[in-house]
């Protein structure tokens, strides 16, 4: 089987790099998200509608979304990038947007716009796929109403043989590849960027490797945003109880004044 032969960092084939995935990174936002794929860290931040004249450029009946994607200067293993947003980042950030706007219900947000501002603290491989991915964490995690989750993979064809989440090694050595966005519960993909020349079979294979792979995201993303709602739900019941003036019994009661008690 193709999928345990070893790559060159152990992983198998169809196997991602360590994940981890931290909501609620930026205190200052509605919603926030702080994504890890190994050597690639992204920082997504969702702000509430807005309907300023600055952001709403064109009368709306429905909703709208800006992304704002940049590289930190210190990103990448080359020299260090520019301030200036380059032509790059228009791309990802319209690729993003494309991504993410099938989920959202745009129609609850009349003549507003909904900023998304994504930060690549650090490149290695795989920085679409992990900016839709963090950005769509941080629309729900900002209580933005969506149809679902939107996870999002990478895969490269190296020779013979096709690489989920390829590093930043291995996308630079490859022949082809191939970024899709998805969501899971709606069996619906919201974006496909292909780059190289793939043969039928190869390109359908390709697919269904980064829809397996959406899929194990999606139970990551959605693990990730259950956690934070625990929280945040302990931090209201400590604060409420505080507020009373003392810990609350599972009835809601303060101790000492349930039926019996002294």
């Not at 993003?96 to 947000?109: D, H």
Request: with cysteine; net charge negative.
């Amino acid at each position: 089987d193709g999928a345990t032969l070893l790559r060159r960092d152990g992983r198998c084939l169809d196997q991602f790099r360590s994940v981890y995935l931290s909501v609620g990174s930026v205190s200052t936002a509605a919603g926030s998200a702080f994504l890890e794929l190994d050597g690639t860290k992204v920082l997504c931040a969702v702000h509430e509608p807005s309907a300023s004249s600055a952001d709403l450029r064109e009368y709306s009946a429905t909703g709208a979304m800006r992304c704002d994607l940049k590289f930190a200067p210190f990103c990448g293993p080359g020299p260090r990038r520019e301030v200036r947003h380059g032509d790059d980042e228009k791309d990802l950030s319209r690729m993003v947007e494309q991504a993410l706007s099938r989920s959202v219900r745009f129609e609850l947000y009349p003549k507003s716009v909904i900023n998304v501002h994504v930060l690549v603290l650090q490149a290695r491989g795989s920085v679409l796929a992990a900016a839709i991915t963090c950005a769509s964490v941080a629309l729900v995690h900002a209580g933005i109403e969506c149809v679902d989750l939107v996870a999002a993979c990478e895969a490269a064809r190296a020779g013979e043989h096709l690489l989920l989440d390829p590093s930043g090694e291995e996308f630079a050595a490859s022949d082809s590849r191939m970024t899709l966005a998805y969501m899971p519960n709606a069996d619906q993909v919201t974006h496909v960027t292909q780059a190289g020349r793939l043969q039928g079979a190869q390109s359908t294979d390709m697919i269904d490797m980064c829809v397996g792979g959406c899929r194990t995201l999606f139970q990551i993303m959605r693990k990730g945003l259950l956690g934070e709602m625990a929280r945040a739900v302990e931090e209201v019941a400590a604060a409420a109880a505080a507020a009373e003036g003392g810990p609350m019994d599972v009835e809601g009661e303060e101790e000492g004044d349930r039926p019996g008690d002294p």
